[in-house]
């Protein structure tokens, strides 16, 4: 498994119980577990929380870690896999378009804003493995072989799910270009 | 489907232009900017994850040294008093005992206890910024937290209990946990102290951490399919959670670049009520929480009432110096609604919130005496219900004559919290019962009281929003009572009360139900004009930039001001509405700076025409519906420097608390005004304070001073 070597060996450290390291580890990945869970469900107080909570798990589970996937795809899955569980707790998720000038950072015009708001808010209504093959290779960049590790399927399946959530998108495209913009 | 592993996504063989619109959504997603976590999040996240990974440590030693004893105590295992609790899920058989893990706590517990009582103050303390970064660290902040006065220790206590506390709504959980004896620490003991207290914490910190997880050596597929559906430790959601729209403070703005200012007006308390428990518990309110108008309009003020009853109000103009600005001017604009004086019947509903999340000494307990308080302001013709939702669901009592007031406080008493938000059809439920018993000559009203979970059986906002708002068309209003906090959701509880015709207001002591309930009844009651909106036009000749204080989350666009389809707040009967403005009068120094190129060019003609009327500052407009009408009045007031409405002790307090609610969001404008300013202007401006309300606001400022002082703001 080709990984960064400060990185294997910071994990085995924090394996064998070195606090240090392990706080080192949680601080080199927040932010990727918090974007990633942003993207997921679009709401930052919301992927606040599921970062928390994958924190947490990541203290018990790094001892677990085998090696076996890259790092990061092992976070993933766990961020994706917590994003879900939260979802499932009967909680109405909150309109993306609640938050749109959230998400380009603030620093968009309101047009663009609004464009991204509407993308994620078309994404995030995707099917769940549609909308995770999805945010894995086009949002996070992941090559499909990647990300069906992450995902724990066939690469082909992954292809197969990107073409579906593709197709849905394209049928989503007329609500996202001129976009009802919201009434105040 | 594609076999090719490249990165580039499969392409589409039909519909081309159909492809690029999708691949153009795909190719914005790699640009999508994400927002900053909160600082605070990050620090909270880090550090509960460090706690939960000195829990591992220490359990991974317990189950060697485990090993070594079960060799010569096999005996132990099987022996039902040692047996953990039932419904423990996930648990694996070889998972330490109970008892024993409890003995071995007193070796480990410095530490833990340490780690326990360090983050219950970092999750407590939210608002906070640590002085230094390290985790460790903390004990700076803990020491201040003792300091304080008792209450803050004790609602520390409630903070840490709440940590401990296993995850929201799971009342099976929360019973388990009690027969299992698992009591929170004795509020008499302070936290940095007492070994009996101190490993009781530590204990019930353990028995959470080691709830329903894996054995470390598991491979990480099966890790992760196990994951379980109690997490860890979950109390912590209860905390730190309450939900504020992200507002931008209003900007100061140029007469010559936008001369007109148009808004809603606002009778809502619950910021104030909000902030006011925050600060009473040692903490800073979160900026967005801060809602200048509701904390400036909390209070009474000797506004004129109006000179006839066919105008249900009339406002009140005065313009006085700034406090934080020399040379800048502040407008007050007051409206006194009259006191109707035959109170129309009242045809309530109350749909409560009863899940298991509602079960703290601040919510459902005090939800049912705030009821029965206003129960006692009711007359004996009028009708009350109430329906629940979550859990116990449905129609707790049919409309029933106040007359009968034994059967609904038994109805009332019955209520208990319980279960998980299953999304009854709550609020369906409560609008038939207030159509059930429908009068058009009555006040129909549905008062949702909850603390935060919106699960009232409609769970897309929007059709929430627009149902509210149907229903209001009809007659049937709806104001919203929030309770508790740490899972609060205000935005939803604004538009809500928005759409609905009726108040929000923030209930955190019985004190505060008295006010909104019973003291201000009528006005949260009974509507005496609606959409009401305001207007005003500052005048370039005389203001050179103006800046609204509040009113944010109300801002309407200019032709929304003429527009009576665009819905606005409504003024109650008895109410008093409070908008200030800052202005520079021309000729003083400005914060926007001159411009090079005169903007006022082309209006010459238009400029001119205004210039001559060189004594108003502005012009005020004030549109409102009377109840049961549809089309707008309009009320029309110059303003000008030396109108002065209102008394000097009225305008000093009007300031003192916009002053007081701008340096909680931050004190941008307010140049080197400090709480204690704020304390100097409050103190001379108090008046006879009738209520003490007055009195609490400048204990608040002083509390808000010292939380300003120790986290180093």
């Known amino acids: ?184 | 489907m594609d076999n090719d592993t490249d990165d580039t996504l499969p392409p589409r063989n039909d519909r081309p232009d159909a492809a690029a619109a999708a691949e153009d959504i795909l190719k914005s997603l790699a640009h999508l900017r994400t927002p900053a976590p909160d600082d605070n999040a990050r620090k909270i996240a880090m550090n509960l994850a460090m706690a939960e990974f000195d829990d591992v440590q220490k359990d991974i030693k317990k189950q060697s040294l485990e090993k070594n004893i079960q060799k010569n105590k096999s005996f132990f295992q099987g022996l039902p008093f040692f047996s953990r609790p039932k419904d423990m899920s996930g648990q694996q058989a070889d998972k330490p005992k109970r008892r024993e893990k409890m003995n071995k706590k007193w070796i480990y517990g410095g530490l833990a206890t340490a780690m326990v009582t360090v983050f219950a103050v970092a999750t407590t303390m939210d608002q906070a910024p640590w002085a230094n970064k390290s985790y460790v660290g903390l004990g700076g902040g803990l020491a201040g937290m003792v300091r304080q006065e008792p209450s803050s220790t004790q609602s520390f206590k409630n903070g840490l209990a709440k940590m401990i506390a296993p995850q929201e709504a799971k009342k099976e959980y929360i019973q388990e946990l009690q027969s299992a004896d698992m009591a929170m620490p004795a509020p008499s003991s302070a936290p940095v102290s007492g070994g009996a207290a101190r490993t009781r914490e530590a204990d019930s910190m353990s028995l959470n951490s080691t709830e329903g997880l894996y054995a470390p050596s598991a491979k990480p597929q099966m890790m992760i399919a196990q994951m379980p559906d109690i997490h860890v430790p979950q109390g912590y959601k209860d905390v730190g959670r309450d939900k504020f729209e992200d507002v931008e403070e209003n900007a100061i703005k140029s007469v010559t670049a936008e001369p007109v200012s148009t808004f809603s007006v606002d009778v809502d308390t619950a910021s104030y009520a909000f902030i006011r428990k925050q600060i009473m518990n040692g903490v800073l309110p979160q900026k967005d929480a801060v809602r200048i108008e509701e904390m400036v309009n909390y209070f009474d003020y000797d506004y004129a009432l109006p000179k006839d009853k066919d105008a249900p109000f009339q406002p009140s103009v005065t313009v006085t110096p700034s406090p934080w600005k020399d040379g800048n001017k502040l407008v007050h604009i007051g409206i006194k609604g009259y006191d109707i004086e035959t109170k129309p019947r009242s045809n309530l509903v109350f749909l409560l919130d009863t899940s298991g999340s509602m079960d703290a000494a601040d919510k459902l307990p005090l939800v049912k005496n705030s009821m029965k308080l206003l129960l006692d302001t009711l007359d004996e013709d009028d009708t009350v219900a109430i329906a629940v939702y979550a859990g116990s669901a449905g129609t707790v009592l049919e409309p029933t004559k106040v007359k009968d007031k034994a059967k609904i406080l038994d109805a009332m008493n019955s209520l208990s919290a319980g279960g998980g938000t299953a999304g009854a059809q709550g609020i369906q439920l409560a609008y038939e019962l207030a159509e059930s018993n429908f009068d058009k000559d009555a006040v129909n009203r549905i008062i949702l009281a909850t603390d935060g979970d919106f699960n009232v059986g409609i769970t897309n906002r929007e059709e929430l929003k627009d149902f509210v708002e149907r229903k209001r068309e009809k007659g049937v209003f709806l104001s919203v009572l929030g309770f508790g906090q740490g899972n609060l959701n205000d935005h939803m509880m604004q538009t809500l009360a928005q759409n609905g015709n009726g108040v929000a207001a923030y209930i955190d002591t019985l004190n505060e139900a008295r006010k909104v309930l019973v003291e201000e009844a009528t006005s949260a009651l009974f509507p005496i004009a609606k959409d009401v909106k305001i207007q005003v036009e500052f005048n370039p000749a005389t203001v050179a930039e103006y800046r609204l204080i509040g009113y944010e989350t109300r801002a309407l666009k200019r032709e929304d001001f003429n527009n009576d389809k665009v819905d606005a707040g409504d003024i109650g009967s008895g109410h008093t509405v409070t908008a200030i403005y800052e202005v520079t009068p021309k000729g003083e120094e400005t914060a926007l700076g001159e411009t090079r190129y005169d903007h006022a060019q082309g209006k010459d003609e238009a400029t001119k025409a205004q210039a001559g009327k060189s004594d108003e500052y502005a012009f005020l407009k004030i549109r409102y519906k009377l109840p049961d009408e549809d089309t707008s009045r309009l009320i029309e007031t110059p303003i000008t420097d030396d109108r002065a409405d209102i008394s000097d002790q009225e305008t000093e307090w009007a300031s003192a608390v916009a002053g007081f609610g701008q340096l909680l969001k931050g004190g941008k404008y307010t140049g080197q005004f400090t709480y204690d300013d704020v304390i100097t202007l409050a103190q001379k401006s108090k008046g006879e304070d009738q209520f003490g309300y007055r009195s609490e606001f400048i204990q608040i400022v002083r509390l808000a001073k010292s939380a300003s002082e120790m986290g180093g703001q």
């Open chain 1, 1 to 184: 498994m080709e990984q960064d070597d400060t990185l294997t060996t910071l994990i085995t450290q924090a394996q064998r119980g070195d606090r240090n390291a392990f706080a080192r580890l949680v601080e080199l990945h927040y932010d990727l577990i918090f974007r990633i869970a942003y993207k997921w469900c679009g709401h930052r107080d919301d992927a606040q929380d599921i970062a928390q909570d994958v924190c947490i798990k990541l203290a018990r589970a790094i001892a677990g870690y085998a090696f076996q996937s890259a790092f990061k795809s092992w976070l993933y899955r766990m961020v994706i896999n917590t994003a879900k569980d939260m979802k499932r707790k009967d909680k109405p998720m909150d309109d993306i378009m609640d938050h749109e000038h959230e998400i380009a950072g603030g620093e968009a015009s309101p047009d663009e804003a609004h464009y991204a708001a509407q993308v994620l808010r078309a994404v995030s209504a995707l099917p769940d493995n549609e909308k995770t093959a999805i945010l894995l290779v086009a949002a996070e960049g992941l090559s499909h072989k990647e990300a069906a590790t992450v995902m724990d399927c066939k690469e082909s399946t992954v292809s197969w799910y990107i073409h579906e959530g593709r197709k849905k998108l394209d049928a989503m495209k007329d609500s996202i270009k001129e976009g009802g913009r919201r009434h105040g």
